[in-house]
């Protein structure tokens, strides 16, 4: 499956366009802010309040496309991961099929369900992958059970009719206590005095 450079391009250019947006209304907060002073200077109170209106829908707007533009672009980039591992996905590329015509259309609450679109197909990547590190984990760490290691040495030293405490360096018990660790031994040294006995 390929997702076409071309729709990786859009999703980076809208979240551009929203950024510009967002100055555009920047610029348009300042004009009207301006013109509030002018009507205040002249006695007008109702002409003030109107371009106070304006200032703030601007401002709130600007924000908006900010936000969005922000949004896009952190998309985009989630985009650009899945396609250099080649993992993008069937519902994926069907996301895309509305997806120019969204962009260009400029509308903050088309703009955000398609965004949530394409943050739910993230998070079942995500959560795939999230199996995927899981399982692989599991298999490669190596946990082997401290006391089926001692089972082992204790057996090897057992076979090989030496004492165990002189072969380990001082202190080597692996994870079991002490006390089990030198009852073992003991065990072992009774084991080795009747097998010499019988020799």
Same mark, same amino acid.
Do not use: W, Y
């Given at each position: 499956?390929?997702? +076409?450079?071309?729709? /990786? %391009?859009? @999703?980076? %250019?809208?979240? #551009? ?9 920047? !610029?348009? $907060? ?6 509030? !002073? #002018? ?9 003030? =309040? ?20 922000? =949004? ?5 980039? =989630? ?7 080649? #993992?993008?996905? #069937?519902? *994926? ?27 739910? &197909?993230?998070?079942? /990547?995500?959560?795939?992958? +999230? &199996? ?9 760490? /190596?946990?082997?059970?401290?006391? &089926?290691?001692?089972?082992? @040495?204790?057996? *090897? ?26 009852? $073992? ?5 009774? =084991?080795?005095?009747? @097998?010499?006995?019988?020799?």
């Amino acid at each position: 499956l390929t997702f +076409q450079s071309e729709h /990786l %391009f859009n @999703l980076k %250019f809208a979240a #551009k366009e929203l950024n510009r947006s967002a100055k555009k209304c920047e !610029k348009e $907060e300042k004009a009207e802010k301006a013109k509030i !002073k #002018k009507a205040i200077q002249k006695g007008n109170t109702e002409i003030a =309040r109107i371009h106070a209106e304006n200032a703030i829908r601007q401002k709130n707007q600007g924000i908006n496309f900010l936000r969005m533009s922000a =949004r896009v672009d952190a998309v985009a980039a =989630r985009v650009q991961t899945a396609v250099t591992m080649g #993992k993008v996905t #069937k519902s *994926m590329a069907g996301v895309v099929k509305s997806m120019d015509a969204t962009l260009k259309s400029m509308n903050l609450e088309k703009i955000s369900a398609l965004m949530d679109k394409f943050e739910q &197909q993230f998070e079942t /990547l995500d959560v795939q992958t +999230q &199996q995927m590190e899981d399982t692989m984990s599991n298999t490669t760490t /190596l946990t082997t059970p401290q006391n &089926q290691v001692d089972n082992l @040495l204790l057996e *090897m030293a057992d076979e090989a009719g030496l004492d165990l405490n002189m072969e380990l360096p001082q202190g080597q018990t692996g994870s079991v206590g002490t006390s089990v660790a030198s009852t $073992e031994q003991d065990e072992l040294s009774q =084991r080795l005095a009747r @097998l010499r006995d019988q020799v």
